[in-house]
C-alpha cells in the first residue's frame, strides 16, 4: 500500500528530495512492472520465425546492394570507428 504524499517527510534538501522523488515513482512503475511482465505470454512459433528472419537479414541486405553502395556503407562505419578510438 502506497503512502499519502503528504504523509511523507520532505526534507528542504534538494538532492534528498530529488533522491525521495525518484524513490517513489520507481516503486509505482516496478510493481506495475512485475504485474505486466506476467500477464504477457509470447507465443513461441512467432519467435522461431521472428529468429529466422534475424538470421538471414544482414545477407540478404547484402546480396541487394550493389558493390558500389556496399564499399560506401563499409568507408562510413570505419570513418566512425577510427574517429571513436581518436578520441578516447
Request: net charge positive; glycine share 6%; no cysteine.
Amino acid at each position: 500500500m502506497m503512502q499519502n504524499r503528504s504523509s511523507k517527510k520532505k526534507s528542504s534538501d534538494v538532492n534528498t528530495l530529488a533522491s525521495q522523488i525518484v524513490e517513489e515513482v520507481t516503486e509505482e512503475t516496478s510493481e506495475d512492472q512485475e504485474q505486466e511482465t506476467e500477464a504477457v505470454v509470447k507465443n513461441p512459433h512467432a519467435q522461431a520465425l521472428g529468429h529466422l528472419g534475424g538470421l538471414k537479414g544482414g545477407k540478404a541486405r547484402a546480396a541487394k546492394l550493389s558493390a558500389k553502395r556496399r564499399k560506401e556503407i563499409a568507408q562510413k562505419a570505419a570513418k566512425t570507428r577510427w574517429k571513436k578510438k581518436q578520441t578516447k
